[in-house]
C-alpha cells in the first residue's frame, strides 16, 4: 500500500472510533435518564405499598395486643 493510502485508512479507523466512542456516550446518558425514571414510576409506588402494609401490620398487633381480635 502507498504512504496515502495508508494515511487514509489510519484516518478511517480513527474516525470510527470516536463515532463508536461518541455512540456509547450517549448510550450510557440515555440508560441513566431512563434508570431515574424507572426509578420514580416503579419505586414510589412500591414504596407506598411497602409503607402500606408496615401500617397494617402495626394496626393488627396493636389490635391483637388490645385483646379485640379472638
Known amino acids: 500500500?502507498?504512504?496515502d493510502?495508508?494515511?487514509r485508512v489510519a484516518?478511517?479507523?480513527r474516525t470510527f472510533n470516536e463515532m463508536a466512542q461518541?455512540?456509547?456516550f450517549v448510550e450510557q446518558v440515555l440508560?441513566?435518564?431512563a434508570r431515574e425514571r424507572e426509578r420514580w414510576v416503579l419505586g414510589v409506588p412500591f414504596?407506598?405499598?411497602a409503607f402500606a402494609g408496615l401500617a397494617f401490620?402495626?394496626?393488627r398487633r396493636r389490635r391483637i395486643a388490645a385483646g379485640r381480635i379472638r
Open 31 to 33: 440508560r441513566g435518564k
Open 22 to 24: 461518541g455512540e456509547r
Open 47 to 49: 414504596g407506598l405499598s
Open 11 to 13: 484516518s478511517y479507523q
Open 1 to 3: 500500500m502507498s504512504d
Open 57 to 59: 401490620l402495626i394496626w
Open 5 to 7: 493510502e495508508i494515511r
